[in-house]
Antibody, heavy 116, light 111 residues
């Protein structure tokens, strides 16, 4: 079964950092790009960024709202993608989803709350 | 603020048909495939339509998608109570500010 499981969410103060993980199973993770998408409570979906595969030089791309603060990485030996979030702002409070290339498979999401 | 515009809500009785529009521009819909996602209450989004009109395995043919110019449309026929959800369009954007964009979202209500 193809599955993505996010973890690492929690409560963090403004200006703080948090690292989310996305564990994949059931497909060839190393050959797939991975996306991160977030959704604030009661709001729509916002694409955060993506990382491509080794064959595509692990190229990353980010939304303007997080560029320079967030970093996406991956460890193909662990079938896991990561989202490092620094300089967090209250506006970053959301449920964070990871999704496979093509956004055809999504995880259940992990909640990040930025508040003092 | 999303660059893809959808109606906030649509509604119809069970068994009827609804259509949801998604309006963009030449930098996104006009030059890229469109996907549609269904988000049932309290759950993660699910891919419903990809490459404008293709359905992933397991998606019933009651759901259909099309694209014309800089707009796309999702159609749902034989509406069921289980179709009550938020629906989002999505596509790549060639502008410098972002790479993938989602629509504003449409709430489908079964009367």
């Amino acid at each position: 079964e193809v599955q993505l499981v996010e973890s690492g969410g929690g409560l963090v103060q403004p200006g703080g950092s948090l690292k989310l993980s996305c564990a994949a199973s059931g497909f060839t993770f190393s050959g797939s790009a991975m996306h991160w998408v977030r959704q604030a409570s009661g709001k729509g979906l916002e694409w955060v960024g993506r990382i491509r595969s080794k064959a595509n030089s692990y190229a990353t791309a980010y939304a303007a709202s997080v560029k320079g603060r967030f970093t996406i990485s991956r460890d193909d030996s662990k079938n896991t993608a990561y989202l490092q979030m620094n300089s967090l702002e209250t506006e970053d409070t959301a449920v964070y989803y990871c999704a496979r290339e093509g956004l055809d498979v999504w995880g259940q999401g992990t909640t990040v709350t930025v508040s003092s | 603020q999303s660059v893809l515009t959808q109606p906030p809500s649509v509604s119809a009785a069970p068994g009827q048909k609804v259509t949801i529009s998604c309006s963009g521009s030449s930098s996104n819909i006009g030059n890229n495939y469109v996907s549609w996602y269904q988000q049932l209450p309290g759950t993660a989004p699910k891919l419903l339509i990809y490459e404008n009109g293709k359905r992933p395995s397991g998606i019933p043919d009651r759901f259909s998608g099309s694209k014309s110019g800089t707009s796309a449309t999702l159609g749902i026929t034989g509406l069921q109570t289980g179709d009550e959800a938020d629906y989002y369009c999505g596509t790549w954007d060639s502008s410098l500010s972002t790479f993938y964009v989602f629509g504003t979202g449409t709430k489908v209500t079964v009367l």
